[in-house]
Every structure is written in structure tokens, then in C-alpha cells.
């Protein structure tokens, strides 16, 4: 079937404003992962879902930054006041569940650009 | 807390020579590891995992790499080098129970001359 979609594809936004970036994982994988790939950081773990379980949070840099997953699928990542750090290209990623036997698949991400 | 280091930013090869990207680990448990490639736009895609099984892992289009714990490195490497081997390669580890999130060494760009 279809792998990783993520969209918007390119994002441009002024300062302040807020986005929402979309991420369809592939059909029937439980776990959905966002990671952050920008210049200055290279790849970062945000956020982890796993099924029903509460989300693992800890890789979000401030409280701007929130992620929901419904109804087990569709998850979509919110920056709230953008701020020119958060330029970057948010990656999401599924796999089947947990563990690295599970392999993470990977869409083509979301290029954000704070102006 | 487990890291990973990628010597080297940039590696320029020749088409056919051999390909060596370099990967240290650091971790107080035993890691799992990951080579990742991303092409341009692209997102990234699995090359090859080290889940504690055979310490010589062999990945897709040829490449192939060692765990080695003594050295802690899992270095990744390619007999003869192709130009549609050009690609930023990034190498993971995840450690911990449960194993989920990846943590990214900072990528080495592959650059094939003709």
C-alpha cells in the first residue's frame, strides 16, 4: 500500500502564527514517531505514539509545540507562535509497534520555513 | 543517555572505489543500531539494523556494516562505490526498553566523482 504521506509538502509562515503539519502513517501501524531535521540540530526525536497509550512527549523542545493522534491514525503536529528556530523539516515516521524489530518508515516531510 | 558521532561530514569518492562512512556509538546498554539514507526531498529510508544478532550486517544496494563493540563503532561500507549512491547517510541508535525513539548522528554527505 501507500508508504508515509505528510503534507503540507512546503510550509511558509510569518512569525507568531500558528501551523499544523499533517502526517498519514501507513495503514495499520500502531506506532507514529515526529522528528525535527534542521541545521543547527540535525534529526530530533519530538513525540511517540503508541496505540492508546499516553503519547512520549519528551522530545519536544517548549510548550508551543503539541501533536494528536485520532483515532489511532492521522496525527497532526501544532507550533503555536512560530519563531524563526523552528524552520526546519518535520519528518514523520510509523511502524508496525515498538522495538527496533519493527522498522520505522519514514515519509518525505514537511520543509517549514518561519519568515 | 546514548549517542551516536559520524566522523566526517562530507566523503568524496570515486565511482567504483570503495565506500567508508564512520559511526561511533556511545551507550551503557547494549545499542541496536541503524544506517539510514536520505536522497534529496526524500525522507529516509532503512539501509540496514544491528538488533544483536550477527555483528556483520548486510543492507540493501550492497552496503553492508560491522558491529564492532570493542571499538564501539558500526562503521558502513560499500565495495564499489555508484553514483546513484550519492545521498546524505545517517547513522541511529535506539537503546532503553521498549527501544523507540531513534537518536541521529549528524549525517555524512556521499559525494561519487565520475
Known amino acids: 500500500g501507500a508508504g508515509v504521506s505528510q503534507s503540507p509538502s512546503n510550509k511558509v509562515t510569518e512569525k507568531g502564527k500558528d501551523v499544523e503539519l499533517r502526517c498519514d502513517p501507513i495503514?495499520?501501524?500502531?506506532?507514529l514517531y515526529w522528528y525535527r531535521q534542521s541545521l543547527g540540530q540535525g534529526l530530533e526525536f519530538l513525540i511517540y505514539?503508541?496505540?492508546?497509550?499516553?503519547?512520549?512527549k519528551s522530545g519536544l523542545p517548549s510548550d508551543r509545540f503539541s501533536a494528536e493522534r485520532t483515532g489511532g491514525s492521522v496525527s497532526t503536529l501544532t507550533i503555536q507562535r512560530t519563531q524563526q528556530e523552528d524552520s526546519a523539516v518535520y519528518l514523520c515516521?510509523?511502524?508496525?509497534?515498538?522495538?527496533?524489530?519493527?522498522?520505522?518508515?519514514f515519509g518525505p516531510g514537511t520543509r517549514l520555513t518561519v519568515t | 543517555a546514548q549517542s551516536v558521532t559520524q566522523l566526517g561530514s562530507h566523503v568524496s569518492v570515486s565511482e567504483g572505489a570503495l565506500v567508508l562512512l564512520r559511526c561511533n556509538y556511545s551507550?551503557?546498554?547494549?545499542?541496536?543500531l541503524f544506517w539510514y539514507v536520505q536522497y534529496p526531498n526524500q525522507g529516509l529510508q532503512l539501509l540496514l539494523k544491528y538488533t544483536s544478532a550477527a555483528t556483520l550486517v548486510k543492507g540493501i544496494n550492497g552496503f553492508e556494516a560491522e558491529f564492532k563493540k570493542s571499538e564501539t563503532s558500526f562503521h558502513l561500507t560499500k565495495p564499489s562505490a555508484h553514483m546513484s549512491d550519492a545521498a546524505e547517510y545517517f547513522c541511529a541508535v535506539s537503546v532503553g526498553k521498549g527501544r523507540r525513539a531513534l537518536t541521529f548522528g549528524s549525517g555524512t554527505r556521499l559525494q561519487v566523482q565520475p
Open positions: 515516521a510509523s511502524s508496525q509497534g515498538t522495538g527496533d524489530l519493527y522498522e520505522q518508515y
Open positions: 505514539f503508541q496505540g492508546n497509550s499516553a503519547p512520549d
Open positions: 551507550s551503557s546498554v547494549p545499542p541496536y
Open positions: 495503514s495499520g501501524h500502531t506506532a
